[in-house]
Every structure is written in C-alpha cells, then in structure tokens.
C-alpha cells in the first residue's frame, strides 16, 4: 500500500445513526484501505435531495444499515491504497462514481452500477446509501474503477457534478433530439439547473423551463434556458402553442401536477423521462393521457463513463453547478434550509 492514510486516527463525519434520527456530526475512525480499498481525503460533498428520502425513511424501508455516513456526491484527492496497477498516484485529484453495485455482474462490468442485476440483494446501493459516503474528511471507495480524475476542477464542482450533473446527462442521453427539436424541463433545482446546460451544451434543442419559483426561472434563465415560464393554470396550453408540441419533457418534480403538464404537453411520439422521485402517478394506457406513440424512462443516476464525459464538459466550461458551500461543521444546518427549500442550486459542504 502507497500513502499516508491519516495523521489522525478519528476525524468528524456526518452519520446516520439509526433509522428516524436526524443526522449527527460524531467523530469516525479513518478507515484504512485493503485490497483493491482507495481511502481518498474528501475536499467537497454535496448534499442530495435523496439524502432526505433516506434520512426519512422508516425502519425497514431501505435495506440499509445504520450506522452509516452520508453523502454520495464526493469529490477529493487519493491519500492511500494499492492502485500502482490503475494508474493512480497518491493526491490525484478525483471525483467518486457514487452508485457501487455488486461489481461481478453484466451491469457493473459495463461500469453501469447504476442498473446493478444484483441491486435488490445489496444492503447498500452506493456511498453513503448503507456505506460510509463522503461527508467526512475521508472515505474509502471499493475500487479505483470508481475514481474519475478531475485535473484542476474545483472539487466543489466536480462533487455535485457525480449526481446533479450525472443524473441529467444520463436522461438527456437517452433522447433521441432532432436539430429543431423543443424539450421542456419541469423543475429547475440542483439538477434542473444543469440539465439546461447539458442540454445547451450537447444539443440544438429549444429548451423551455418551468417551475413554481420566480428565483428557480432566474436561475433557468442564467443556465441557458430559451424560454421561462412560471407554472400557471394555462401553463399546458401556452407550452403546447409554443413548442407545437415537446419532442421530450424532462420532469425533475415527478408529482401528480408535473406529470399531468408532462403528459399533456408531449407531441405524438414524444418521449417523458421521469427523473424526479416525486412520487406522482401517471396512468399509462392506450387510449389515455400519452399521445400515441409516446415514451416514459425512469432514468437513474448514470455510468462510469457518462460521469467522465459530464467532467469533461465542466473541464470544458460548458456546464457550472450553482453551489451554496458550508463548512463540514455546519452540516446539521445546510440540511435544515434544504429541507426547507432555501437553497439556491447545490448545497456542498467542504470538510476542510
Ligand atoms: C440515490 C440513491 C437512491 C435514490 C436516488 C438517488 C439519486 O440521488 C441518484 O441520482
Ligand atoms: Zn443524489
Ligand atoms: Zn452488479
């Protein structure tokens, strides 16, 4: 093994305890990296919306086991393990592939352990979902198949970019977009934001954003957004006029109103990816509320090589993630205004 793993041995980490409990900053051991184990020190970890969901989830709903330590959007510099064989050096600068499936099976050979065949057997389903994640000053990653480098990225970057730039740009590559094609985005928040300069950056489509909040069309606005509107009750007629019909609508909301404005601003043949974990229903019969020939994905996070290719865009300047930064400290609270939808983009916090 190469490197040093820490000069301490305990260090703060943001945990879930158990099950109903809020999350609590206690002091964790440094973990030391066997096998094909990376320990990388973390310089940035985002903080999900799913974080919430599994921060609320009832006993037995997860097949997780607390204790654990959260944050599946990590980014940071290698600081030991065996990896001499992987083309790792000891500071390498990386962002961590968050999904970690079973590592044996067709999907995770792929580097696709977002669609894990194994999933449902795992009592984990990534960093920090049942396995220490990266709210802390360290975080073991079971193998360096899971490392992207990221250069001189700013690790507040890079972190969020492994799900809220990930997550999009694997929806967005699903869609099959002629040139003149016009996509709705339904949700502007820490994902919506940036599927708009995906969908800028890699396509000739019309972008239309829609949203509840005069700030999150702001945002939509400065992401790269062709046109904003504020969610009204004519909002499916105004879009259905001016788009003569979404070629694909991206709902990063997934609730029963979104998926209704979804469906109802599709063209024959339209395709819906339902990225959002709202938890809204959409009945899906023929005839019903889909035009004919429509599609609906459930698309999920993304592979090892789409994360590469969202790096390169960021490297490239064509996409930014909109962050508000918290020191590791301040955790508990960064949570709370998110909860309470007080944060602008991404909520990153900074072990420091
Ligand atoms: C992660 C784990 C479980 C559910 C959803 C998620 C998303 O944040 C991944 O994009
Ligand atoms: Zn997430
Ligand atoms: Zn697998």
Known sequence: MVGVVSPVRKTPALRLTAWGDP???????VPEPTGTEVLIRVEAAGICHSDLHVLDAAPGALPYRPPFTLG?????????GDFAAEGLAVGDRVAVYGPWGCGACRRCAAGEDNYC???????????????DGGM??????????HLVPIGDLDAAQAAPLTDAGLTPYHAVAGLKL?????VVVIGVGGLGHVA???????????????DVREAALALADRSGAHRTLLTRTDTATVLRRETGGADAVLDFVGSDPTLSLAA??????????IVGSGGGKLTVTKPGPLPPGASVSLPFWGSGRELREVIALAR??????????????????AFARLRAGQVSGRAVLLPG
């Open 264 to 273: 109802g601003v599709l063209r024959p043949g339209g395709a819906l990816a």
């Open 316 to 333: 490239a300047g064509s996409v930014r993630v909109e962050t508000e930064q918290f020191p590791l400290g301040a955790a508990v609270e």
């Open 23 to 29: 999350p609590s900053l206690v002091d964790a051991e």
């Open 196 to 210: 708009i300069q995906i969908l800028r950056a890699t396509t000739r489509a019309r972008v239309f954003a829609v």
């Open 178 to 182: 002629a040139d003149d094609a016009a």
């Open 72 to 80: 599946h959007e990590i980014a940071g510099h290698v600081a030991a």
């Open 117 to 131: 065949d194994r999933r449902a057997e795992l009592p984990w389903s990534g960093a920090g979902l049942g396995r």
């Open 136 to 145: 802390a000053r360290y975080v073991l990653v079971p193998h360096a198949r």
